[in-house]
């Protein structure tokens, strides 16, 4: 059963701009699993602004309560290159509060924009 459904996008370059203009936002934002490769190499901000869109997502299809924390929700990319939600902390409370017990994600980024869906299922 579907409980939510969350779609967000968001303008790359000026996702980027505001990353360099706000020191520390990244690490607000996102998990040291987010911002790197598994390279190690620092991870494109098209691919940062389409996890960014990710949790903006996630929160959507959790009804967009307040108190989310951006880092209680990581997207993590599976060796056959496929997006997954890991949930933690206060992400997570509000998922089994909902009886979420899986997720979908598809992420994207064409024509500088940046966009994903998440559905929260049961």
Request: charged share 20%; proline share 4%; glycine share 12%.
């Amino acid at each position: 059963m579907i409980i939510g459904v969350g779609i967000d996008v968001a303008e790359i370059e000026r996702f980027g701009a505001a990353l360099e203009r706000t020191p520390g936002m990244a690490e607000r934002l996102f998990v040291e699993g987010e911002l790197l490769l598994p390279s190690g190499q620092r991870r494109g901000i098209a691919s940062l602004a389409a996890r960014f869109a990710a949790k903006e997502a996630l929160a959507k299809a959790l009804g967009a309560p307040p108190g989310l924390r951006w880092t209680d929700a990581e997207v993590c990319t599976e060796a056959s290159g496929q997006p997954v939600l890991k949930v933690s902390g206060t992400v997570a409370a509000r998922a089994a509060e909902l009886g979420v017990r899986s997720w979908h994600v598809s992420l994207s980024h064409d024509a500088g924009v940046a966009s994903a869906v998440v559905i929260a299922e049961g």
